[in-house]
């Protein structure tokens, strides 16, 4: 079965498209890397999948059934590129977790919990335990976005939607969220939609590439898809460069 299917998904501002009929299909379990220059409409489809903002035209359909973001019948995991909030609110990293923690849940790596043990663990899990008593108003770029990860997957979603997910991570805290969502991935059968420029990432962690600009460039294997002449022609010439050193090393 499809975890996703998009069919000629368009957005518009005034007469102007954001996205232009997107069509695409992921399969259940998969990770799927959306790639293109700045501008080309990544977060937009995104957020028009979720509905989040509207969609001018198109569908959605999440494991066989439409979606919109009224929908719950799907668990679905999203960490946007960034998050506006009032610092100032006196809200901590436990009580943010909390709101959707159920009085007792499981999730990979972690037996039956009682809701602060399960909080706890799924700190310990993105590597910021000891942020737990923190307001999140204190947190660093970094702390925040591996909270946000957190809270993305509090509830074992069956389809995760990451927008640049290591943003603002150090080094050491990409490789561990990016081997977290792998082994959430292999070992949970979650479906992982990934925006990303790192191209090292796509090569290492995704079984498929959607590549856009505005509309669907190419699609498929990142090592089929994504050729020298694409990515020339998406990103100019010295990515180009760049994209056949990292395939030839890998």
Do not use: W
Not at 3 to 12: G, T, Y
Not at 152 to 162: E, H, Y
Not at 242 to 249: L, P, R
């Amino acid at each position: 079965m499809d975890a996703l299917k998009v069919e000629n998904l368009c957005v518009k501002i005034n007469s102007r498209h954001l996205v232009e009929n997107i069509t695409f299909s992921v399969e259940q379990g998969s990770t799927v890397a959306i790639i293109g220059p700045n501008g080309a409409g990544k977060t937009t489809l995104v957020k028009a999948i979720l509905g989040l903002i509207p969609r001018a035209s198109g569908s959605v359909s999440l494991f066989g059934r439409p979606f919109n973001h009224n929908n719950s019948h799907i668990k679905v995991g999203y960490v946007p590129q960034r998050l506006e909030f009032d610092r100032t609110f006196p809200l901590t990293v436990s009580e943010l977790l909390g709101f959707t923690v159920p009085p007792v849940y499981s999730i990979p790596f972690y037996k039956k919990k009682k809701s602060k043990e399960y909080i706890n663990g799924l700190l310990k899990l993105v590597g910021v335990q000891d942020l737990a008593g923190r307001g999140i108003g204190s947190l660093s770029g970094g702390e925040l976005q591996r909270v946000m990860i957190a809270k993305a997957i509090v509830n074992s979603p069956k389809i995760l939607f990451l927008d640049e997910p290591a943003s603002g991570v150090d080094i050491e805290g990409q490789e561990r969220f990016y081997d977290l969502v792998s082994r959430l991935n292999k070992e949970n059968g979650l479906t992982v939609i990934l925006i990303s420029h790192d191209l090292n990432i796509v090569y290492r962690f995704a079984d498929s590439v959607l590549c856009m600009n505005r509309k669907l460039i190419c699609s498929g294997r990142p090592e089929e898809a994504l050729t020298d002449e694409v990515i020339k022609g998406v990103y100019g010439e010295m990515m180009g460069a760049y994209i056949h050193s990292c395939h030839e090393h890998d």
